[in-house]
Each structure stands twice: as structure tokens, then as C-alpha cells.
């Protein structure tokens, strides 16, 4: 059973970092496309960033120029670096990755369990 595992939340005061995990567990051939998304409370859950399988990253605007979205494609782990953090950046943050698994055809989507983060002022 393949499965996306976060780490890396937590609570940090404004202005503070965070490096967020993803790592796949199980067996694939390679990890397609990788996606954050967050979801506060009482909002529904938004895009933070996205890069595809070609490379191409794309960033809400509101997180443009303070998170980095990465990956490492030889052990199938994305990251989400997020610096300059502001309180409403708080936040249940979800990785989503299209796994594409060895003999089978097709993209597999899969979603982490989650991971808190909070920033306090």
C-alpha cells in the first residue's frame, strides 16, 4: 500500500521557518506530480504550490517569494520550505502526489495525513 507521509509542522513565531516533508512510502517507479495544499479553520482548503513531473512550480500568491516547493526525485520525498511566516499561514498543511507504480498503468493520487502548522505572534 503506497502512502504519502508528512513531517515537519509545528509551531514557530512570525517571521520563522518551516520545512515541511513528504515522503512516499512503498514501492513506485516515480512520483509524478506534488501538490501542498493547507486548510484553516473555518476555510476551505486552498492550493499553496504545485510542480509536475516536467518541473513547472506554480505558487498562490500569497505565498510568493516566502515558500519553496522542491522534490527529490531520486528518493521520492517533496518538500515545502516556508519562510517569513505569518500568523495566517496557520494551517493543516496536505501533501497530494500522482504516483505512478511499477507494471501498472496510470497516475495513482494520493493525500498525507496532514500536519499542523502554527505561527504565533
Known amino acids: ?10 509551531l ?3 517571521g520563522g521557518s518551516l520545512r515541511l516533508s513528504c515522503a512516499v512510502s512503498g514501492s513506485i517507479l516515480r512520483l509524478d506530480y506534488m501538490r501542498w495544499y493547507r486548510q484553516a479553520p473555518g476555510k476551505q482548503r486552498e ?6 513531473s ?3 512550480i506554480s505558487y498562490a ?3 510568493k517569494g516566502r515558500f519553496t516547493i522542491s522534490r527529490d526525485n531520486v528518493k521520492n520525498i517533496g518538500y515545502l520550505q516556508m519562510n517569513n511566516l505569518k500568523p495566517e ?3 493543516v498543511y496536505y501533501c497530494n502526489g500522482g504516483i505512478r507504480l511499477v ?3 496510470g497516475i ?3 493525500w498525507g495525513q496532514g500536519t499542523q502548522v502554527t505561527v504565533s505572534s
Open 1 to 10: 500500500q503506497v502512502q504519502l507521509v508528512e513531517s515537519g509542522g509545528g
Open 12 to 14: 514557530v513565531q512570525v
Open 47 to 52: 492550493l499553496v504550490a504545485g510542480v509536475v
Open 54 to 56: 516536467g518541473g513547472e
Open 61 to 63: 500568491d500569497s505565498v
Open 89 to 91: 499561514d496557520t494551517a
Open 103 to 105: 507494471g501498472k498503468p
Open 108 to 110: 495513482y493520487d494520493r
